[in-house]
């Protein structure tokens, strides 16, 4: 079974894998280096703006589920933090490849992405070959049979994208069926507008053709 996150213990776990890949010599973060790393305005979706005090609730709630190592000096009462909800570690919840780790990752601090978003945002997570490499590392963390208890769900494609999203379920199950009824709506939408242009030219044809008419008709009254 996956462990059900709040949105806050998701942003706290997405940004301790994202630091130990980005910036490992600080690792493991302090409570002020986390908190930091949290309301990050650039690469969060939703910006948040959290107190320390709430991080460091957060933080000692998932520890007390082991999915956060709590290292604290009792000297100083300075507390660090390293996930260990997938840290490769013999006890971590989650086994994950690199490439998997760095997908993961940017899902847990964005939110649904499409595999052409996931490559050019992970960069400095992991350098994938092109885009149909981040969708098939993203299938393989999907469960056809199981979706309810797949990490990863393909979402349906929306309007306006060439490829479909990916998300996480660290947080519960996807409501795909909504997903997919926004998506459905906005194929009506299109069909909708794309028929709408259709008339609308038919009109413009019908009065020219009846503009042309009433021309002739005129020109045989005067004569």
């Known amino acids: ?13 997405g940004c301790l894998m994202e630091k130990s890949l980005t910036t ?16 990050q305005k650039s690469a969060r979706e939703p910006v948040m703006s959290l107190s320390k005090i709430e991080v460091q ?6 520890a007390s589920r082991t999915l956060i190592l709590i290292d604290e000096n009792f000297k100083s009462g300075v507390e660090k933090y390293k996930q260990r909800l997938c840290d490769g570690g013999q006890y971590a919840d989650i086994k994950l490849t690199k490439a998997q780790f760095a997908i993961v990752t940017l ?7 499409t595999p052409g978003e996931l490559r050019s945002r992970g960069g400095r997570l992991y350098n994938f070959a092109d885009n149909n ?3 098939t590392t993203a299938r393989e963390l999907t469960d056809t049979d199981d979706p309810d208890n797949s990490l990863l769900v393909e979402l349906p494609r929306m309007k306006g994208r060439k490829e479909a999203q990916f998300m996480h379920q660290l ?3 996807v409501d795909r069926e909504a997903y997919a009824g ?5 194929s009506r939408g299109s069909v909708d507008k794309t028929r709408i242009a259709e008339l609308e030219q038919r009109v413009s044809e019908l009065e020219a053709e009846n503009a042309v008419l009433r021309e002739q008709v005129d020109t045989q009254r005067k004569v």
């Open 133 to 135: 490499s981040v969708a």
């Open 107 to 113: 899902l847990l601090l964005r939110g649904p992405q």
């Open 24 to 39: 490992p010599d600080q690792m493991p973060l302090t409570l002020n280096a986390l908190t930091n790393a949290v309301n």
């Open 1 to 13: 079974m996956l462990p059900k996150l709040t949105d806050i213990e998701a942003r706290l776990i």
């Open 171 to 173: 947080c519960g199950p």
């Open 57 to 62: 609730r957060a933080a000692r709630a998932l």
């Open 182 to 186: 926004i998506a459905a709506e906005q």
